[in-house]
């Protein structure tokens, strides 16, 4: 069972930076994908990005394509999400997921670990 432990939420003014990371431990398969999804008040979970087990292949959704970048760190088990032009709608809770398999899929039933997130405020 692998444990997903995310970081580096906070709250940032409108047009501002943070960096996550979500951060891996235990017994995991060594092909899986990493996604992100967020989840504002409200509103149902939906999908921000993912990477393939390789880092090679990513996945965006529209809302967050050209600001925001993952990217993995195979050595230190660890995959980030940088998110830079950050608007007030990009407010949520941000969830790091893993799926078994390659494939960097944007359908959050086919994550089977999940951390526990990290709250990003975006002020205007």
């Known amino acids: 069972q692998v444990h997903l432990v995310e970081s580096g939420g906070g709250l940032v003014q409108a047009g501002g930076s943070l960096r996550l990371s979500c951060a891996a431990s235990?017994?995991?398969?060594?092909?899986?994908?990493t996604g992100w999804f967020r989840q504002a008040p409200g509103k149902e979970q939906e999908f921000v990005a993912a990477?393939?087990?390789?880092?090679?292949?990513?996945n965006y959704a529209d809302s967050v394509k050209g600001r925001f970048t993952i990217s993995r760190d195979s050595a230190k088990n660890t995959v980030s999400l940088q998110m830079n032009s950050l608007k007030p709608e990009d407010t949520a809770v941000y969830y790091c997921?893993?799926?078994?398999?390659?494939?960097?899929?944007?359908?959050?039933?086919?994550?089977?670990?999940w951390g526990q997130g990290t709250q990003v405020t975006v002020s205007s």
């Open positions: 997921a893993r799926r078994t398999g390659s494939y960097p899929a944007s359908a959050k039933y086919e994550y089977t670990s």
């Open positions: 235990g017994r995991a398969s060594s092909t899986y994908a």
């Open positions: 990477i393939s087990s390789g880092g090679g292949s990513t």
